[in-house]
């Protein structure tokens, strides 16, 4: 399976700013994905991000507040704009086995917002 | 790390005993399921999975059921650990959408 890093590991914010979050895979990936776990809770897809085209959002997200780029193959940011105390959660970012339906998980981002 | 899960359903063996976690799917149009571990601290670690054209698949250690009458799904493993220590989670999908959908999660802890 596929290397998948994420920086930063883990951050505290302040309310109202932003923080980009990014992901590299050691190798190249048709399909990222950006998932938010809150605490104490399971994994919910934020948006699907595809190289060259927009990202597809769930329902529920908004490229407003949640805008995310594919520069190329091996690479994603999300950023989580406009920061409040109920955007802490981890964030983590996927990426799709060839071939099959299996994805595979970075480390994720510890986010706090104060 | 930070602790993952805090309010999820739990379930305590020990060790050496065998584990079964259960799963409720909600989509009769699911036909691809995968478990995944996630230690504190960590991403989602892929254990094992199943299409819905079986109804069992064995792993190391470690065996997925599947019952779509019921829309249940099963991971039983086996001789448990220390290191089986974990929320685990289920997750379905409908083959060629590429779009996951979790399980609430259990929490598993193995006693010495």
């Known amino acids: 399976s596929a290397v998948i890093s994420q920086k930063p590991s883990r951050d505290i914010c302040q309310r109202g700013t932003s923080l980009t979050i990014q992901c590299q895979v050691d190798?190249?990936?048709?399909?990222m994905f950006w998932y938010r776990q809150q605490p104490g809770q399971s994994l919910t897809l934020i948006a699907t991000?595809?190289?060259?085209?927009?990202?597809?959002?769930e329902s529920g997200f908004v490229i407003d507040k949640f805008p995310i780029s594919r520069p190329n193959l091996t690479f994603s940011t999300l950023t989580v704009s406009n920061m409040s105390p109920e955007d802490s959660s981890i964030y983590l970012c996927?990426?799709?086995?060839?071939?099959?339906?299996?994805?595979?998980f970075g480390p994720g981002t510890r986010l706090t917002v104060l | 790390g930070e602790s993952v899960g805090l309010h999820l359903p739990t379930l305590s063996v020990q060790e050496g005993d065998n584990s079964i976690i259960n799963c409720a799917y909600s989509?009769?149009?699911?036909?691809?399921f995968i478990w995944y571990k996630q230690e504190s601290g960590k991403g989602p670690q892929f254990i094992i999975d199943?299409?819905?054209?079986?109804d069992k698949r064995q792993g190391q250690r470690v065996t997925v059921l599947l019952n779509k009458t019921v829309k249940h799904l099963s991971l039983q493993i086996a001789a448990t650990q220390p290191g089986d220590s974990a929320v685990y989670f289920c997750?379905?999908?409908?083959?060629?959408?590429?779009?996951?959908?979790f399980g609430q999660g259990t929490r598993l802890t193995i006693n010495p």
């Open positions: 996927s990426v799709d086995s060839p071939g099959t339906d299996t994805q595979y």
């Open positions: 190798s190249q990936v048709t399909m």
């Open positions: 991000a595809n190289q060259g085209s927009e990202a597809t959002y």
């Open positions: 989509n009769s149009a699911s036909d691809y």
């Open positions: 199943i299409r819905s054209n079986m």
């Open positions: 997750a379905e999908s409908i083959q060629g959408a590429q779009k996951l959908v």
